[in-house]
């Protein structure tokens, strides 16, 4: 029997195309548009997130401005901080859209990503600190719906165990949500 070994392409130099606008198909007119039309708020998968909690009888508030990071979701009876996170913007290691490296502008894109994730890390953290409960979820968890049906039930859990401080009223003439003294 004879094995065939693979033919191996050749390496091909495109360093001259570095710094030339030929690799974008597009426009510098129409690639500013579409990128203006890429919103951060009311996307899809925050929009399915929040629409599955309101059925499930979850009250919340949106992209509170006292809070690191503005996260998308706040369900403040629970101290639960939820966000929804683009795969492509925020560098998902769990989908192709995550991993894919942009072939134009190579190095902005990549400290622009890089950047996001160390933001999002800062502020997971500065969340953590005071006293508030996490969930992140990805664009691609909710496109196959595996994440959904973990909210509600994060959520519930959150609500049998966090003291009752934090549960639906007043307590001692504090907002609900505050921090206790």
């Known amino acids: 029997m ?3 070994a693979p033919r191996r392409k050749k390496a091909i130099d495109i360093s001259w195309l570095e710094g030339c606008s030929a690799v974008d198909t597009l426009s510098k007119e129409r690639r500013s548009a579409n990128m203006a039309a890429i919103r951060s708020k009311d996307t899809k998968p925050e929009v399915a997130v929040r629409k599955i909690l309101f059925q499930n009888g979850v009250r919340y508030r949106l992209h509170p401005s006292k809070l690191p990071g503005k996260p998308d979701i706040v369900v403040p009876s ?3 901080a939820i966000f929804v996170h683009g795969c492509f913007w925020h560098g998902c290691k769990k989908c192709v859209d995550g991993r894919r490296r942009v072939k134009s502008n190579t190095s902005y894109w990549s400290e ?3 950047g996001n994730q160390a933001r999002d890390k800062r502020n997971r953290r500065a969340l ?15 496109a196959k719906g595996r994440r959904l049906d973990a909210i509600i039930s994060r959520v519930q859990r959150l609500r049998d165990t966090i003291p009752s ?3 639906v009223g007043r307590v001692a003439g504090k907002r609900l949500g505050t921090a206790p003294t």
């Open 2 to 4: 004879v094995s065939i």
């Open 112 to 114: 622009k990503i890089g």
């Open 165 to 167: 401080r934090y549960q």
């Open 78 to 80: 629970v101290r639960l």
């Open 128 to 142: 953590s600190r005071a006293g508030w409960h996490i969930l992140t979820i990805w664009e691609c968890e909710i």
